[in-house]
């Protein structure tokens, strides 16, 4: 694998810094859910229970990614950011007093202006480095965040075996207040002038154009693939604690965790590397095809070599998703679609983890694995088609 590509983004000073804030931001939100879910159930309450405090947060995630990306084109990171620090730390201060019933209101709260850090992160970099640049950088980006959901959960749940949860709920929502200010106070240029150079991102004064614009057929293919990855990630995680308790191995499930994201640092860099890019669809179509296996795994050692090779294709997936996307939607429009983008992927996670629980309810734990990986195949094969059936419209239409 050339590492000169990654030497030459790395050399850039604007990307370092982004990266650095990227996981500034994400490792709190990486370990919040968790943390969320264990108040929840220290609270008395049951599992059901929890997964309905973390389901409305991402149900308020989804709603606000269009509309807050919509804002970040027109107004600019710092007047999107600053609601959010306010409203945020109202919100964590809160937290740990509140009964149930109170507490789902401050999830739906919470979740409406968690600050809009993936969407952030993402323009930051793309607007820091050349076109030929781009998806070296994007994969870097995507191994961050691999690092951020392996280190966020880890020391998570650590923190909270050691103090009162309400304590460690609050804390890692003040650390994501407190990363979100430094991303505000560092404001990383997330446009371009006319003539190359990078403008603030407050500073942009073209008016952002509707959906009906730049809604085509292409972005539609990467918003189903997004979709089909989440779902297949989020019910491979849900299985593979079902597994692991089937297999009496329940302490070792974090060890399994990471090596699938160890998996995925390992595609994402060579995807980085990659001389030329490869469709989205086409990754989801080799996710959901390496996924599929993990049927087979009868005990820990198999199915964590499984997860290594079904890791693989994670973050190449997800770098080619934001790589397509930058590349077909006006700039000016880049925020409203990234938040589409976003708000794709929680339907996907909020649907995959419920498909993957029911199926292995009904046909046995390692049962959730092939049941997502074939949603994801399908919704690559559909993809595909469609874009099949488009550029031969198009070629049609020029003769």
Not at 237 to 250: I, P
């Amino acid at each position: 694998m050339p590492l000169s590509p990654y030497r030459r983004v790395l050399q850039v000073p604007r990307v370092r810094l982004t990266l650095l804030l990227g996981v500034m931001v994400r490792v709190p939100a990486a370990a919040g859910g968790i943390i969320l879910t264990l108040h929840v159930v220290g609270m008395g309450r049951s599992y059901g229970e929890a997964g309905l405090a973390a389901m409305i947060m991402t149900i308020g995630l989804a709603v606000a990614g269009p509309w807050r990306g919509r804002l970040l084109d027109r107004r600019g990171l710092r007047r999107v950011v600053w609601p959010s620090l306010v409203v945020l730390a109202g919100c964590w201060v809160a937290a740990p007093q509140l009964a149930y019933l109170p507490l789902l209101g401050v999830c739906a709260l919470a979740g409406l202006f968690t600050i809009p850090s993936f969407s952030i992160i993402r323009q930051a970099v793309i607007v820091a480095v050349p076109d030929h640049d781009r998806r070296t950088a994007l994969a870097l980006d995507a191994v961050a965040v691999e690092v951020a959901f392996m280190v966020g959960p880890l020391a998570g749940v650590w923190a909270a075996s050691t103090w009162d949860t309400g304590l460690v709920l609050a804390g890692v929502g003040l650390c994501g207040v407190a990363a979100g200010a430094v991303l505000w106070l560092v404001d990383p240029p997330m446009r371009e002038e006319s003539d190359g150079t990078t403008a603030e991102s407050g500073g942009a004064e073209e008016v952002a154009v509707g959906p009906g614009v730049w809604l085509t057929p292409a972005v539609a293919a990467v918003f189903l693939a997004a979709v089909g990855a989440t779902v297949v990630l989020a019910g491979t995680d849900l299985t593979v604690v079902a597994v692991m308790r089937e297999f009496g191995a329940t302490s070792h499930v974090g060890v399994v965790m990471a090596m699938w994201c160890v998996g995925s640092v390992v595609g994402g860099l060579v995807y980085g590397a990659w001389t030329r890019p490869v469709s989205s669809l086409w990754l989801l179509l080799g996710l959901g095809a390496a996924t599929a296996p993990l049927v087979l795994a009868r005990d820990v050692w198999t199915l964590t070599a499984l997860m290594v090779i079904s890791g693989v294709w994670c973050a190449p997936t997800i770098t080619a998703m934001v790589d397509e996307l930058s590349r077909v939607v006006p700039e000016r429009n880049r925020g409203e679609v990234m938040g589409w983008h976003g708000s794709c992927m929680q339907v996907g996670s909020a649907a995959g983890a419920p498909l993957a629980g029911a199926v292995v309810d009904t046909g046995g734990a390692s049962a959730g694995f092939g049941a997502v990986a074939v949603v994801g195949m399908v919704l690559a094969v559909v993809g595909l088609i469609v874009g099949c059936r488009r550029r031969r419209g198009d070629a049609a239409a020029t003769l």
